[in-house]
């Protein structure tokens, strides 16, 4: 039974940074997608950041690139995204996401809603301006 836990979510000003972490528990393979996904109020839900847990392969949405940065640390079993250059639209609900199936390790990780399966309970990010 996978599980996924995260933490980091807080309130911050524009223009600021906040670290997100997803503790992930039980077997979640060794080569597969994880990633964060948001949610604001009213909004759908859409992919922020996933990585191939295999290899470490990285893929972001535009609206975040070069502002945000994923990782893993296989040994804890832990995601991670550097939020830099927060900006009041990043405030939302922050999911971390997992799909169970195996992935070559050096595939891009395009993750949709309807295909996750494990969602964290989320974690709630404010910038504030």
């Known amino acids: 039974q996978v599980q996924l836990v995260e933490s980091g979510g807080g309130s911050v000003q524009a223009g600021g940074s906040l670290r997100l972490s997803c503790a992930a528990s039980?077997?979640?393979?060794?080569?597969?997608?994880m990633g964060w996904f948001r949610q604001a109020p009213g909004k759908e839900r859409e992919g922020v950041a996933a990585i191939n847990t295999g290899a470490g392969v990285t893929s972001y949405a535009d609206s975040v690139r070069g502002r945000f940065t994923i990782s893993r640390d296989p040994a804890a079993n832990t995601v991670a995204l550097l939020m830099g250059r927060l900006k009041p639209e990043d405030s939302a609900m922050y999911y971390c996401?997992?799909?169970?199936?195996?992935?070559?390790?050096?595939?891009?990780?395009?993750?949709?809603?309807?295909?996750?399966?494990?969602w964290g309970h989320g974690t709630q990010v404010t910038v504030s301006s």
């Open positions: 996401a997992t799909y169970l199936r195996k992935v070559p390790p050096w595939s891009q990780c395009l993750m949709s809603t309807d295909r996750v399966d494990v």
């Open positions: 039980g077997n979640t393979g060794s080569s597969n997608c």
